[in-house]
């Protein structure tokens, strides 16, 4: 018996029985490389039968070369290795995403049962190929270089290609200190770690680019924090998430660089992302940052407009929560809106209102002109004058996408000059009714356009009879209607089937989250998982759901929650 020629493969495919079974060995030495049907696509039962590698991330880069793990000001690298620090306290699983652990990382959602499972999404146990890293990065926040900051409380403990060819990095977040933790603790409280777990997993089923959430899990182990920053210090619990993303640089990782003088590392890095994750883009290319840049543009403007076409407000758009792939990254004191409010700020912490919901473009466009600066030392005079070029094209691919996704939730097809003023009169009576955002969407869905004509809102639909109360809905709604007789080839139902698969009745409104966290305080982790269930069919309506209220006007003590950046 030896060992397996096509090991690699089989962990590529999953495959349980090459591991566990005959644990890697076969019985020839010159075994022929299996077809898919001989090997085909298993997901894994035990960890044994799964593995990392960090090797793409350590190979290209000089590493941190202190090892021990102190706060202090790291240079010459991309990477520190640290190891995650395991809870001192018995740990509970809190809850999984089935979809992120079956269609993502190969495992069978039985695998969630194992104790070994329950160590490693805990920062307790070390996967075989894994090399336990804390990224170094710099930042603009609030609008001022603060330098270094890096993975303060996160470890990403490895790169994992899937049976699809995707490659992911898996990031434990609440795992531990690191040389980048500052004055913090390196750990996450159950509060913000519930949201976070739970916002990923809407996201992505919302159709918006974001980090994934696998896992949640919750200890016993006493976390102080200062909730709103208003001195009143409390114990809390820690928590971890295990999130993934195909990449977590972000514009900090290259501000960091330029910054500090570190040209040759800043063009490593930047051939490193561009090759990984920009394959359009030719690597022989002398104007390859260019077009890298370009691409982060659009896509920027493209993400944000998204955000705004859910309600969606980020809360701490600094360019170290900026992802270079134009995803949604860090979810801290998020929140989706209720009453459409441009002036909506869901961070308690930002007194300026500088990440306010409706100022989020324009802090796009911030972020990327820290991006272009770093990346300047690299270009010459005619490419530095072509980026910004580039960068004053962000506005008009903002507008052009925002425009795009609000008439597609209004069911508007072809193009007509006045669909600009139907969109923003809209959202000014709902601004003056404060009219829930979701819902009056979501009902413009349901309702028949001669309901409408007639105005005659039933009582479900309470969104729009709040809308009704403004003295101009009237005229808005002949306009609209009027506009809904040019979509050619269309009928009503037609206009509402579409509509009704773009505009959300379910967001993780931030009652709902509240509550989710307030049971699983007490241990009691079902209105987490019910959340994580009714959040991956958010256009859809659902008997749990209803039940839950998830659909109906938000309650009375809902205006009074704050969120915070304390987490």
Known sequence: MRWCPWLPACLAWGCVAALCGSRGLCPAPNASRPEPGQCPPRRAAELCAWALSSDSLLDPFPVDVIQENYVRNVRNCIFSVVYPTPFKSRVRLVAVSKAVLENILDLDISVKGSSGFLEFISGGKVISGSVPLAHRY??????????????????????YTNRHGERWELQLKGSGKTPYSRNGDGRA??????????????????????????????????VWRDQ????????????????????????????????????????????????EHFPSIAMNDSNRYLEFFSTVVSETANLISLWMSVGFAHGVCNTDNFSLLSITIDYGPFG?????????????????????????????????????????????????????????????????????????????????????????????????????????????????????????IPEEFWALQDLGKHKLFSEWVTMYLLRLNSNNG?????????????????????????????????????????????????FQRQEAAERAGYSLRPPAWAKHLKVSCSS
Not at 231 to 251: D, H, M, P, Q, Y
Request: with cysteine; proline share 3%; aromatic share 10%.
């Open 189 to 222: 409280v159950l509060r913000s770690s519930v949201r976070e777990f739970l916002c990923s997993e809407a996201m992505h089923y919302l159709g918006i680019p974001t980090s994934r959430a696998a896992s949640l899990v919750v200890s016993d182990d006493d």
């Open 228 to 275: 709103f920053y208003n001195g009143n210090i409390k114990k809390e619990r820690g928590a971890i998430v295990l999130r993934l993303a195909k990449s977590w640089f972000r514009i900090g990782s290259l501000e960091i660089l330029a910054h500090s003088g570190e040209l040759d590392l800043l063009r490593r890095l930047l051939d490193f992302i561009i090759q």
């Open 490 to 538: 269309d009928s009503d139902a037609k206009r509402r089937t579409r509509m009704a698969t773009v505009n959300p009745r379910y967001i993780l409104r931030n009652w709902m989250a509240e509550s989710a966290v307030q049971k699983a305080n007490l241990n009691d982790f079902s209105e987490v998982q019910l959340l994580e269930q009714v959040l991956q069919h958010p």
């Open 336 to 456: 989706f809106m209720d009453s459409y409010d441009p002036n909506f700020v869901p961070n308690t912490s930002d007194d300026e209102r500088r990440y306010k919901i409706g100022n989020q473009a324009s802090v796009g466009l911030f972020n990327l002109s820290k991006l272009l600066q770093a990346l300047k030392p690299l270009l010459d005079p005619r490419q530095k004058q072509l980026a910004s070029q580039i960068l004053e094209g962000y506005g008009e691919h903002y507008h052009s996408r925002f425009t795009e996704l609000f008439k597609t939730k209004l069911g508007l097809l072809g193009e007509n000059e006045n669909d600009n003023y139907l969109i923003a009169f809209l959202l000014k009576i709902m601004e003056d009714t404060r009219a829930d955002f979701t819902m009056t969407f979501r009902e413009l869905s349901e309702i028949t356009a001669e309901q409408l004509k007639e105005l005659h």
């Open 138 to 159: 710099g930042g603009h926040q609030f609008g001022s270089w603060a330098g270094q900051l890096g993975d303060g409380r996160a470890h990403l403990i490895g790169v």
